[in-house]
């Protein structure tokens, strides 16, 4: 049986992300992923400026930098392609980072180079926690055990670390279906550096640049009137969106580049940490993408919990000040990620022409000031 100070279930961004800051503080941890075969896989992740400030205390940021699409600026329009609101990225400059969007497969291949092989066990699905002896003992499901002083779950939204320490706390099922595809092919000049969403009869559709012959997109469809399995039932559903919505889904291959998900709601957590062990990423705080800041805020997180795991000599006083000095964030913005998703769900043509009246009459300032609130890292 192996024994490590800090044992991390879940080797998504957020786990990998820790793994990276422990390595690099000479901590001893393990890192433990369930997937047999371990290789950097998914589609494209946004990365906003929080992210990339985090990143740059890793030594990744230029790398990133090299393999990733600068987005200049932030772009929402309606049904038939009308501007609702932009944002101009360039006056968040005093921050030193940009936004970027790439693939999640490049930032996870980054991240795992930090790690060396005898610190990451693969094939590794937990099954059982054992509280009762002085050090927490791990039971998985090919029957290996572990042991560990501390415990950092960071394995997505169907936690199995959450379900064992909060088994109250359940994913709350919801009718909306997620879309997320690549598609090949080269926007419109308008389109190239901006992170672009499309509102229209309550479903979202949003697509950026990945690649200069790449674009990610993603899509929310709120209530399906049909089950939607094929990339024709998606353009079906996306019938009365732009005719851009129309181009990038039938340049995607379905094949190796669509992935279809529900959207269960995951309650706010009272408490992130207890009895030795500490919720992070989307095991903690699975928000809506409305906001684009899944992946970053798991980033932010990891960050601030390596800090206080460095800092703090007591170790479980270490979850105490992280959650003081950074759930109160966390929920802040899942919070603003719900609101704006209730925005873009609404259906009602009379709402939602009084909506985006809303949208276009609102200064520029009151979304850039709630964005520069997210983008801002507290000193550590």
């Excluded at 901590?27 to 990365?47: F, H, M, N, R, S």
């Excluded at 970053?296 to 006083?317: F, K, V, W």
Aim: with cysteine; net charge positive.
């Amino acid at each position: 049986m192996d024994h490590a100070r800090l044992a991390i279930i879940g080797g998504g961004i957020a786990g990998l992300t820790l793994a990276n800051f422990l390595e690099q503080a000479q901590l001893d941890y393990q890192l433990y992923e369930a997937a047999v075969d371990y290789t950097p896989k998914g589609l494209g992740i946004w990365l906003g400026i929080n992210a990339m400030q985090v990143m740059r205390r890793l030594g990744l940021a230029e790398a990133i930098y090299e393999r990733a699409t600068h987005l200049e600026a932030l772009r929402l329009m309606d049904q038939k392609g009308g501007l609702l609101r932009q944002l101009d990225l360039s006056q968040f400059k005093t921050l030193e980072e940009q936004v970027v969007c790439l693939s999640r497969q490049d930032l996870q291949a980054l991240l795992l180079k930090g790690i060396p092989t005898k610190r990451l066990k693969t094939g590794k699905a937990l099954q059982e926690i054992d509280f009762a002896t002085q050090s927490l003992t791990l039971t998985f499901t090919d029957g290996h055990r572990s042991t560990c002083d501390l415990l950092i779950g960071a394995d997505g939204l169907k936690s199995r670390v959450r379900q064992l320490l909060f088994p109250t706390y359940r994913l709350r099922p919801n009718a909306a279906r997620c879309f997320r595809g690549i598609a090949c092919l080269r926007l419109p000049e308008s389109f190239r550096r901006a992170g672009n969403e499309v509102w229209a009869g309550g479903d979202l559709f949003g697509f950026c640049h990945i690649q200069p012959e790449e674009v990610f997109w993603w899509s929310i469809k709120q209530q399906p009137k049909a089950e939607i399995r094929t990339l024709q039932d998606i353009q079906d559903a996306m019938a009365h969106f732009p005719e851009i919505v129309e181009q990038i889904i039938a340049a995607t291959d379905v094949r190796s580049r669509l992935h279809a998900a529900e959207l269960p709601r995951l309650p706010f957590l009272k408490r992130h940490a207890e009895r030795r062990i500490c919720l992070l990423g989307d095991a903690a705080n699975a928000m809506r993408p409305n906001l684009g800041q899944g992946g970053s805020m798991a980033i932010e997180s990891a960050y601030y919990l390596a800090n206080c795991l460095m800092q703090t000599p007591d170790s479980e006083s270490a979850f105490i000040q992280y959650e003081k000095q950074y759930r109160s964030k966390l929920h802040w913005v899942k919070q603003q990620s719900a609101w704006v998703g209730r925005l873009s769900a609404l259906s009602h043509p009379v709402i939602v022409g009084l909506r985006n009246l809303g949208l276009r009459l609102t200064p520029a300032n009151v979304a850039a000031w709630q964005l520069a609130s997210i983008y801002r890292l507290k000193s550590v």
